[in-house]
């Protein structure tokens, strides 16, 4: 499947902003189930674009601003073909051993609610994927999608807590119950195709995959309920949001930042040119 991206994250600030760097982890990697036809990240401010791999293996831009600007636009267009592989992630750069995706971070660390949600559920599955698939569905039973009851910041302990949330939400509850049985897993940006038509949307997607031995990384959608497909744009990997997160950085000067965000995913019958 031919997927088009078109996303835009719009910064507009009272005062001028005098400086700023940001860390951009907006480009797509190639895997098994996925090839980038055409990608493009471009800012409306002239700036300066350098490009690394992270210690994860996603493609990381640092954009540097060193003018004054009240208004920034820093936008991605691609294309990418996409394969279903029924969730399976092979292929794919993988720095660390996967034991490394136990490692608990402040997001993801689990509580005693989350421990007995986990152990609850092990308990009634035949094998590892049967209690992830569980799993999943246990989660979402018991955080309701709701969007501005939570941040950036929030932990998995929290939303557990709050019982609302949204995909990154469920995405780090999800790895906080993994790894607190053994099981590796992490964090997971990028885009979900909802409709054919690409209806804007005010935010990007989040899902984790979790490594089961005989198959490899398999990717769960929490908050849809589903494994992930052809569907799905995969972008950044990390332990957790913060790894992961599409931009992040500071900047000098600028008050009263106002933030936008629109996301465009469509169904495409040719790669851009």
Same mark, same amino acid.
């Given at each position: 499947m031919?997927? #088009? &991206?078109?996303? !835009?994250?719009?910064y507009?600030?009272d005062s001028p902003? /005098?400086y700023?760097?940001q860390s951009?982890?907006?480009? $797509?990697?190639?895997?098994d ?9 471009t /800012? ?8 690394f791999?992270d210690?994860?293996?996603n493609?990381?831009?640092?954009l +540097?601003?060193d =003018? $004054?600007?009240?208004?920034?636009c820093i =936008?991605v267009?691609?294309?990418v073909?996409t394969?279903?592989?029924?969730g399976? +992630? /092979?292929?794919?750069?993988?720095p660390f ?7 608990e971070t402040?997001q #993801?660390? $689990? ?6 949600l986990?152990?609850t559920v092990?308990?009634t599955?035949?094998t590892? +994927?049967?209690c992830?698939?569980?799993?999943m569905l246990? &989660? =979402?039973?018991a955080i309701e ?5 939570s941040?950036a910041?929030?932990?998995? %302990?929290?939303v557990m /807590?709050q019982?609302?949330g ?6 780090h ?7 607190? %049985?053994?099981i590796p897993?992490r964090?997971?940006?990028g ?6 038509t690409g209806?804007?949307?005010?935010a990007?997607?989040?899902?984790a995959?979790v490594m @089961? $031995?005989e198959?490899g990384? &398999?990717g769960?959608d929490?908050?849809?309920?589903v494994?992930t ?5 995969? %972008?950044g990997v990390?332990l957790?949001? =913060? !790894?992961?997160?599409? @931009?992040?950085? @500071?900047?000098?000067?600028g008050?009263s930042? !106002?933030l936008?965000v629109k996301v ?9 040119q």
């Amino acid at each position: 499947m031919l997927i #088009t &991206i078109d996303h !835009e994250t719009i910064y507009r600030y009272d005062s001028p902003v /005098s400086y700023s760097i940001q860390s951009l982890r907006l480009t $797509p990697q190639p895997f098994d189930g996925q090839s980038v036809r055409y990608w493009r990240v471009t /800012s409306t401010v002239p700036a300066q674009f350098s490009s690394f791999q992270d210690s994860f293996g996603n493609v990381t831009q640092t954009l +540097v601003i060193d =003018r $004054p600007y009240e208004e920034n636009c820093i =936008r991605v267009q691609g294309v990418v073909d996409t394969v279903n592989t029924h969730g399976v +992630v /092979s292929g794919a750069v993988e720095p660390f051993p996967a034991m490394f995706y136990l490692r608990e971070t402040e997001q #993801t660390r $689990p509580d005693g609610a989350i421990r007995a949600l986990a152990k609850t559920v092990q308990a009634t599955a035949d094998t590892d +994927v049967d209690c992830m698939h569980k799993m999943m569905l246990a &989660i =979402r039973n018991a955080i309701e999608y709701q969007t501005g009851e939570s941040h950036a910041q929030t932990t998995a %302990i929290e939303v557990m /807590s709050q019982g609302v949330g949204v995909c990154q939400d469920h995405a780090h509850v999800f790895i906080a119950c993994a790894r607190s %049985i053994g099981i590796p897993a992490r964090y997971v940006s990028g885009y979900l195709l909802h409709t054919e038509t690409g209806e804007v949307t005010q935010a990007s997607h989040a899902w984790a995959e979790v490594m @089961i $031995p005989e198959l490899g990384w &398999i990717g769960f959608d929490v908050a849809n309920r589903v494994c992930t497909t052809d569907q799905y744009v995969r %972008i950044g990997v990390g332990l957790d949001y =913060r !790894e992961a997160a599409p @931009i992040r950085g @500071i900047r000098r000067g600028g008050e009263s930042e !106002e933030l936008s965000v629109k996301v465009r995913v469509s169904q495409s019958q040719s790669a851009a040119q």
